[in-house]
């Protein structure tokens, strides 16, 4: 196996993730100062921080659609170029309604790319070393946050009003590096052989990944697009899809519900809550982003050796534990403690939903709705994610922290008994044969 090429696409591919993680959490530094400077009310506030997610919705809906349409090469090249824009569109504005404009574009990448780059990577990979090379793109997710949260930290310092445009501008350097390098990537086999019919392309770059299995799984590829086309033509949305419909689904919702993305966005205002002031607040922000990555480092290395379900019965406990405790510390009005408790939440995300969610919806769907069904996955999740970031405001200016992060518990409960009675185990599967592993 030249495993040297096969690494360096999926990294490549994975650096999406880093732009995903990158502008999503540089707006943790700027939201307030941006609240300041246009004078929003709480609804148009919450409105503009969250344009990028109703954005993800919108890219993660047709993500799917274009990766089938263009290929998942091109469809990536694209996810750059409208990055870069966005990125130098957002940190240029000069009023509120054409940020949220620029913000939108940049939620769109967003979308598209939470599809296709798992989606290409888990058509690229091997069964057994898929959930590593597909959680590369979670470990640039974090990645990005972490230094999202650290160039917000150093760039606040400067004291400049302006501060707020070279945080979101900083997004436009890995753009540009990340649209380069996706023209240095081959397309995914699968594309080319199911879509696109293109077999001897297929051939060509499953020799150039591992030329001792390439006939072979070739072979299975093929063997599949024969059974499904054997077989009357199914919607996606019908009773054949419905278990890893109702499975991916699930999963998202769940991992929007635990509160992850109301920390990842409003972080510092979280943390202003318990009384710290604006320079610590940012600065704790930043060890929410080493803590990620530290545990989505320890995810990625135990994902394919114990599997996806022992990771996400150990995050639904961590959950369980610290949304608990930061809920507690909330109604008692006491915060000592508080920033260990966030941190354990993060950790206890990083290394459960974090680490498997991509791997896990990039598995369960067979080959011909494969592109639908990530896109289905992403676009789940990013629904649950905007209406959470929209409204997380207004709901802790009104109801204060108990009882948000007591709504986050109750459904961390809920996941647990997910992943006890329904979800599958998915490690070490190939592809081709995951239909039938899931129907038995």
């Given at each position: 196996?030249?495993?040297?090429?096969?690494?360096?696409?999926?990294?490549?591919?994975?650096?999406?993730?880093?732009?995903?993680?990158?502008?999503?959490?540089?707006?943790?530094?700027?939201?307030?100062?941006?609240?300041?400077?246009?004078?929003?009310?709480?609804?148009?506030?919450?409105?503009?921080?969250?344009?990028?997610?109703?954005?993800?919705?919108?890219?993660?809906?047709?993500?799917?659609?274009?990766?089938?349409?263009?290929?998942?090469?091109?469809?990536?090249?694209?996810?750059?170029?409208?990055?870069?824009?966005?990125?130098?569109?957002?940190?240029?504005?000069?009023?509120?309604?054409?940020?949220?404009?620029?913000?939108?574009?940049?939620?769109?990448?967003?979308?598209?790319?939470?599809?296709?780059?798992?989606?290409?990577?888990?058509?690229?990979?091997?069964?057994?070393?898929?959930?590593?090379?597909?959680?590369?793109?979670?470990?640039?997710?974090?990645?990005?946050?972490?230094?999202?949260?650290?160039?917000?930290?150093?760039?606040?310092?400067?004291?400049?009003?302006?501060?707020?445009?070279?945080?979101?501008?900083?997004?436009?350097?890995?753009?540009?590096?990340?649209?380069?390098?996706?023209?240095?990537?081959?397309?995914?086999?699968?594309?080319?052989?199911?879509?696109?019919?293109?077999?001897?392309?297929?051939?060509?770059?499953?020799?150039?990944?591992?030329?001792?299995?390439?006939?072979?799984?070739?072979?299975?590829?093929?063997?599949?697009?024969?059974?499904?086309?054997?077989?009357?033509?199914?919607?996606?949305?019908?009773?054949?899809?419905?278990?890893?419909?109702?499975?991916?689904?699930?999963?998202?919702?769940?991992?929007?519900?635990?509160?992850?993305?109301?920390?990842?966005?409003?972080?510092?205002?979280?943390?202003?809550?318990?009384?710290?002031?604006?320079?610590?607040?940012?600065?704790?922000?930043?060890?929410?982003?080493?803590?990620?990555?530290?545990?989505?480092?320890?995810?990625?290395?135990?994902?394919?050796?114990?599997?996806?379900?022992?990771?996400?019965?150990?995050?639904?406990?961590?959950?369980?534990?610290?949304?608990?405790?930061?809920?507690?510390?909330?109604?008692?009005?006491?915060?000592?403690?508080?920033?260990?408790?966030?941190?354990?939440?993060?950790?206890?995300?990083?290394?459960?939903?974090?680490?498997?969610?991509?791997?896990?919806?990039?598995?369960?769907?067979?080959?011909?709705?494969?592109?639908?069904?990530q896109s289905f996955g992403s676009l789940t999740h990013w629904v649950f994610a905007?209406?959470?970031?929209?409204?997380?405001?207004?709901?802790?200016?009104?109801?204060?922290?108990?009882?948000?992060?007591?709504?986050?518990?109750?459904?961390?409960?809920?996941?647990?008994?997910?992943?006890?009675?329904?979800?599958?185990?998915?490690?070490?599967?190939?592809?081709?044969?995951?239909?039938?592993?899931?129907?038995?």
């Amino acid at each position: 196996m030249k495993e040297h090429k096969l690494l360096l696409w999926s990294l490549t591919v994975a650096l999406s993730g880093f732009l995903f993680g990158l502008d999503t959490a540089v707006i943790s530094g700027a939201e307030q100062t941006i609240q300041r400077l246009w004078n929003l009310d709480n609804i148009t506030h919450g409105l503009a921080v969250s344009m990028a997610l109703y954005g993800t919705v919108v890219g993660a809906a047709f993500g799917g659609y274009f990766a089938d349409r263009l290929g998942r090469k091109k469809s990536l090249f694209w996810v750059g170029t409208l990055f870069l824009i966005s990125s130098i569109g957002s940190a240029l504005s000069q009023d509120v309604y054409v940020f949220m404009v620029f913000r939108l574009l940049g939620g769109l990448c967003i979308g598209a790319s939470s599809v296709v780059s798992p989606l290409y990577i888990s058509e690229i990979a091997p069964p057994g070393k898929r959930g590593f090379l597909v959680a590369l793109f979670q470990f640039n997710i974090v990645f990005g946050i972490l230094i999202a949260y650290v160039s917000n930290y150093l760039l606040q310092r400067s004291d400049s009003p302006n501060d707020w445009r070279w945080m979101l501008g900083v997004v436009a350097i890995p753009s540009l590096i990340f649209t380069l390098l996706t023209m240095l990537i081959s397309e995914s086999p699968r594309w080319l052989a199911l879509k696109r019919g293109d077999v001897a392309g297929a051939r060509g770059v499953l020799n150039e990944i591992d030329p001792a299995a390439a006939d072979a799984t070739l072979a299975a590829i093929l063997a599949s697009r024969d059974r499904a086309e054997a077989s009357p033509s199914k919607a996606f949305f019908s009773e054949h899809y419905r278990w890893p419909i109702l499975l991916a689904f699930l999963l998202a919702f769940f991992n929007q519900v635990s509160g992850i993305n109301a920390i990842i966005y409003y972080a510092p205002r979280i943390f202003g809550m318990t009384g710290l002031s604006k320079s610590s607040a940012l600065l704790s922000t930043a060890g929410i982003g080493v803590v990620n990555l530290v545990f989505t480092m320890l995810g990625l290395s135990l994902i394919d050796r114990f599997g996806r379900r022992v990771l996400l019965y150990i995050g639904s406990f961590g959950y369980i534990i610290s949304l608990s405790l930061i809920a507690l510390a909330f109604y008692r009005n006491s915060f000592a403690g508080m920033t260990i408790f966030v941190f354990a939440f993060i950790a206890s995300h990083a290394v459960g939903q974090g680490a498997v969610i991509w791997v896990f919806i990039g598995e369960i769907f067979p080959n011909e709705v494969r592109a639908s069904g990530q896109s289905f996955g992403s676009l789940t999740h990013w629904v649950f994610a905007a209406i959470i970031a929209n409204i997380f405001p207004a709901m802790a200016g009104r109801f204060g922290g108990a009882p948000i992060f007591a709504f986050f518990t109750c459904m961390m409960v809920l996941q647990l008994l997910y992943v006890i009675f329904m979800m599958p185990e998915t490690k070490g599967i190939a592809l081709e044969d995951m239909e039938a592993q899931l129907a038995h």
